[in-house]
């Protein structure tokens, strides 16, 4: 079992619909990472947060640090956004990310 | 800026052969990072740096050996190559300043196959 877990695994909209990715972990966090992952390979940083929410955009990142949860949302969705993102974690006391299997996301027009 | 570069971007190895990836980073950050990435799993952290000169075991670090004898490099190093070690393996850099966790920039990974 991860000890970050992501859901779904797989999502596919149309394009306009507010899409939201679920991460959830087991023990006390210092920082919560969402990434983006597109198809060549290529992974970004999208949000770093340990406390309350974030915006960038059309991409809203959440984090319950009690219910030891963070969604990711994107509102207005579209065939670009189309990617694997990526939950990790960073628990309190470590230098490392442990990273959540991704949900793979794809918008169609 | 370049970012954080890997060499190479793609690779065919024989069992028991060696290689070398480089991961090169011009931010002048402290933290270097290789992971290995796997169908169905998350990122697996292989080795970190946390300066130069300095190497430390992550999650999977059996059958690899690394090496930062510059702060801008990060060498991961297969010395008899196997089929499980068939990934694609992605460099990440961050800054290391104090207190203040920042963001993980990654290369564009490698893609590593061993026959």
């Known amino acids: 079992k991860n000890e970050v877990e992501q859901s779904p695994q797989n999502l596919t909209a149309q394009e306009g619909e507010f899409i939201t990715i679920n991460c959830s972990y087991s023990v006390g966090i210092s920082a919560l990472h969402w990434l983006q992952q597109h198809p060549g390979g290529g992974i970004v940083s999208l949000f770093m947060l340990s406390s309350g929410k974030k915006k960038h955009g059309r991409l809203i990142a959440t984090i319950n640090i009690q219910e030891k949860h963070s969604s990711l949302h994107i509102t207005a969705s579209h065939p670009r956004d189309s990617a694997v993102y990526i939950c990790a974690v960073r628990y309190i006391g470590t230098n490392k990310l442990i990273f959540g299997t991704g949900t793979l996301l794809a918008v169609q027009p | 800026n370049a970012g954080v570069t890997q060499t190479p971007k793609f690779r065919v190895l024989k069992t028991g052969q060696s290689m070398t990836l480089l991961c090169a980073q011009d931010m002048n950050h402290e933290y270097m990072y290789w992971y290995r990435q796997d169908p169905g799993m998350g990122l697996r952290l292989i080795h970190y740096s946390v300066g130069e000169g300095t190497t430390a075991k992550g999650e999977v670090p059996d059958g690899y050996n690394v090496s930062r004898l510059k702060k801008q490099n990060f060498l991961l190093g297969l010395e008899s190559a196997a089929p499980s070690q068939t990934s694609v393996y992605f460099c990440?850099?961050?800054?290391?300043?104090?207190?203040?966790?920042?963001?993980?920039?990654f290369g564009p990974g490698t893609r590593l196959t061993v026959l």
């Open positions: 990440a850099s961050r800054t290391g300043l104090a207190g203040v966790y920042n963001e993980q920039f």
